[in-house]
């Protein structure tokens, strides 16, 4: 039977397939629903058409996870290739969900040497990512909760926002759920504060006296006694919410910390100066556990978003910010640079010749972890943690032959 390349335009309801031969021709186009039943009608029909691969602009989620699971190969390829490649198939400039699954089947067809398949992750891998951009997710609304409420706390209670160092704290919290108002903390002196932190078990170094001066020097605002009421109720609800998720994200810290410390990789990670458990189950969560995905350093640096892009025309040269990567990758990786530094003299001589050239912090950080991906590619296919040792040592040779 003729070899067969499927398209997949996907949706969040209904997503568009298309299916073609070796000289491009049409041999199935069809539609499934994004529900139990169309996906297994989805690889039902692939399975039975003999399609070899089946190209996608995204490269996780359930409808990839049934893919790779009926042993269908998945090849993912990036929304802006399809972008630019829209004028290959059509001047007029228009787009249809029929007409991408065609042209990504068609991708597939003639360029797919191009792109690599996506191999499937073992399910510990998959479970760490999904706790850890489950944790990240929440971690956003905590900050974006907390900014609420600190606005909310400036517009008529500016105190119980600087009382204590995070409004966002346990105790800050239960703080505003004991005391919404300024008129619920009218009675409120240095014993019944200290019986307060004495509670909930209050770990700063400031005395009762020092917590109300702050409580108090803070600016007052003047407001009607029913504007106070309603912003003191809905203070009291953003605090309860802020509560349970600030419990949240610890339980799942805890988890997460759990699983990386019992993953050989994770260990692996965990090794590289001030990588923390968090930090490490970041990056191990986004580079997976399949080395053949990254065969070279500079596949998994393009990947993470520490490369720039060149753009050279003639005498004409430029090299730009690279957008197109995964955010969250380059997230934990400059994360781990910019922590290393202060531990590494390695790394702060790098990060300082990088500030020294002109380079601003966003960019030298960028810098150090794209030096530092190198040393983590070799140790995470090596499947040994990192040797300080042994690395100065490679430097100290390379520096030698540089000579």
């Known amino acids: 039977m003729t070899k067969c390349f499927a398209g997949l335009d996907w949706a969040s309801r209904v997503h568009a397939v298309c299916v073609i031969d070796a000289r491009a021709s049409v041999v199935a186009q069809f539609e499934v629903n994004h529900d139990a039943a169309g996906l297994t009608e989805l690889c039902h029909r692939l399975r039975a058409l003999r399609v070899s691969a089946v190209a996608i602009e995204r490269p996780s989620g359930l409808l990839v996870d049934s893919l790779l699971e009926a042993g269908l190969q998945v090849v993912p390829i990036h929304p802006n290739v399809v972008k630019a490649t829209r004028p290959r198939y059509r001047s007029h400039g228009g787009k249809s969900d029929a007409s991408d699954a065609y042209l990504l089947a068609d991708l597939l067809r003639t ?8 191999a499937a992750e073992c399910d510990e891998i998959r479970a760490l990512r999904a706790l850890v951009r489950g944790r990240d997710d929440l971690v956003a609304t905590r900050v974006q909760l907390a900014n609420q409420l600190r606005a909310l706390l400036e517009s008529f209670w500016p105190g119980a926002a600087e009382v204590f160092f995070e ?35 209050y770990c700063g170094r400031r005395s009762p006296e020092e917590l109300l001066e702050r409580l108090h020097e803070a600016p007052a605002v003047t407001l009607g006694e029913l ?53 490490a189950a970041q990056i191990l969560s986004e580079m997976g556990s399949v080395r053949e995905r990254f065969d070279d350093p500079e596949r998994l640096a393009a990947q993470a978003g520490v490369t720039p892009v060149t753009y050279q025309s003639g005498k004409s040269k430029t090299v730009a910010f690279r957008w197109a990567c995964n955010h969250r990758l380059r997230a934990a990786l400059t994360c781990l640079a910019d922590n290393s530094r202060h531990a590494s003299a390695w790394a702060a001589a790098i990060y300082d010749r990088a500030r020294g050239r002109g380079c601003d912090h966003p960019h030298a950080v960028r810098i150090l ?11 995470w296919q090596d499947r040994q943690p990192y040797d300080v040792q042994r690395h100065t040592g490679a430097m100290l040779h390379l520096a030698a032959a540089g000579g």
């Open 167 to 201: 409004v966002d704290s346990p105790i800050a919290l239960a703080f505003i759920q004991r005391y919404p108002t300024p008129e619920s903390a009218s009675r409120l002196g240095p014993k019944r504060m200290a019986a307060f932190c004495a509670q909930h078990a």
């Open 111 to 118: 360029d797919g040497h191009r792109f690599k398949p996506l």
């Open 227 to 279: 504007e106070m009421e309603a912003k003191g109720e809905l203070a009291l609800s953003l605090a309860r919410v802020l509560t349970r998720v600030v419990e949240q994200v610890r339980l799942l810290t805890s988890r997460i910390e759990h699983a990386v410390q019992a993953s050989d990789d994770g260990r692996i990670l965990m090794s590289f100066p001030r990588a923390g458990r968090i930090c």
């Open 369 to 379: 972890a794209r030096a530092w991906l190198r040393v983590i590619w070799r140790a």
